[in-house]
């Protein structure tokens, strides 16, 4: 029992770090939209949305880090493809949007408009989410016994409260017509499988705090994307309800939605909620990020570069974060292909033979990813799997080759 208990707090964990704002607008949206096509739709969005963030987490435990997965295609490219996913990922477009989103939903609730209160929630933000960013191993204690809940617990008031509201039934809209790849993009476009391969290392590092073998941390990383699951089928019925009409976005969903739940008080509600969701999300890349590069430069301590990495997010989030995320974006759709490649390679069994097969495959994924960012268009570029064939055949030739140069 007592153990039951403590995987289901790393579940919760991961759930936390995991869900952020983009994870909360999405499944609302999504259901809107596609209408009466929406279970096609929501199952390509869980399979993009859920199942590559699991298998990102559990590629990064079969080989102990991002760094030795990616250093079976060379040392060099894993310092290199580590360092530019912790950078973009973390202190360079997600931490600091963490605070820009949220203030958003704050500015929503009270009516704030001055640029000052904007840096001022921002600070706060900051030093909350140092708070409790120190000490990653015991993130489990903080987000799987305490945010979490709180933000399922919000959550699931919301879909309370619109639970008797009549669900919409009207034909998919826009590329929805198509509702199984264009779900399928919709979840694609979280870069959750990405910030898998950067929550891999805090999730183990919580796992072994709490005396939890691989099986057990395993265990944990998958009930933690059923309650995904979970969550995102509760938002997206809310996306089904007569809430609002002709929403923008999900956000405009969610705040109808809470808006119909209490007039005078749903907007302190969905701010709460926003608040939760980006906080959990900034203290784990906080994290995750302090302890990496702790690693790869020891002689600055950990909770110093967690420090570090709140005061540059502060400051990217009120001056400079439209500039940061022009330059970070693009540099996340080029090395996302390159990611799930990996993450796919690390479920066959490893040796030097396989090396080839890395090599090539990675190359071709990011190659054809540069392709298609350059307008090329390639098979399935529509749902952002151009590179699927193309690494698949290099894979393919490259483990022929590695077999040819073994001798075997």
């Known amino acids: 029992m007592h153990r039951s208990k403590e995987t289901m707090q790393l579940a919760f964990t991961v759930f936390a770090m995991f869900f952020g704002a983009g994870n909360l607008i999405f499944p609302a949206f999504l259901a809107w939209q596609a209408g009466e096509n929406l279970l096609l739709a929501f199952s390509g969005f869980a399979i993009t949305a859920i199942g590559f963030p699991i298998l990102a987490l559990i590629a990064v435990e079969k080989t102990d880090s991002l760094e030795n997965l990616a250093s079976r295609v060379h040392p060099l490219f894993s ?3 580590t360092l530019a996913i912790y950078l973009a990922i973390g202190p360079c477009l997600a931490i600091p949007r963490t605070a820009s989103t949220s203030y958003e939903m704050v500015r929503n609730a009270f009516g704030f408009g001055d640029n000052a209160i904007s840096i ?21 204690k903080r987000l799987g016994r305490i945010l979490a809940p709180a933000l399922i617990i919000l959550i699931i008031i919301l879909f309370a409260g619109t639970a008797g509201t009549e669900a919409i039934q009207h034909p998919a809209a826009g590329e929805y017509t198509a509702p199984f790849s264009s779900g399928f993009r919709e979840g ?49 019925a809310i996306g089904t309800k007569t809430l609002v009409s002709n929403p923008a976005t999900g956000a405009d969903i969610l705040s109808g939605a809470a808006a119909h739940v209490s007039e005078n008080y749903g907007r302190y509600l969905i701010a709460l909620i926003f608040i939760l969701a980006c906080l959990n999300t900034s203290v784990s890349l906080l994290s995750s990020t302090g ?15 967690i420090a570090i990495f709140a005061l540059l997010s502060c400051i990217i989030a009120n001056i400079g974060l439209e500039g940061i995320i022009r330059i970070s974006s693009p540099v996340l759709e080029l090395i996302y292909p390159g990611a799930l490649t990996l993450i796919i390679l690390s479920f066959f069994p490893y040796s030097e033979k396989m090396r080839y097969c890395y090599v090539l495959s990675v190359s071709a994924a990011l190659l054809a990813s540069l392709l298609s960012m350059l307008g090329v268009n390639l098979p399935f570029g529509s749902i952002g799997l151009g590179w699927i064939l193309p690494s698949a055949a290099a894979g393919i030739a490259g483990a022929f080759l590695g077999k040819k140069q073994t001798g075997i």
């Open 188 to 236: 694609y476009q979280t870069m959750d499988a990405i910030a898998g391969l950067v929550f891999g290392i805090v999730i183990a590092m919580n796992a072994k705090a709490m005396g939890m073998g691989k099986r057990e941390m395993r265990v944990s990383e998958i009930a933690g994307g059923a309650i995904l699951l979970i969550i995102y089928s509760l938002l997206a």
């Open 120 to 140: 001022v929630y921002s600070v706060i933000f900051f030093i909350a989410a140092v708070l409790i960013a120190l000490n990653p191993e015991k993130l489990s």
């Open 291 to 305: 302890e990496y590069f702790s690693r790869l430069i020891p002689k600055i301590k950990r909770n110093i570069w």
């Open 79 to 81: 310092r290199i493809f």
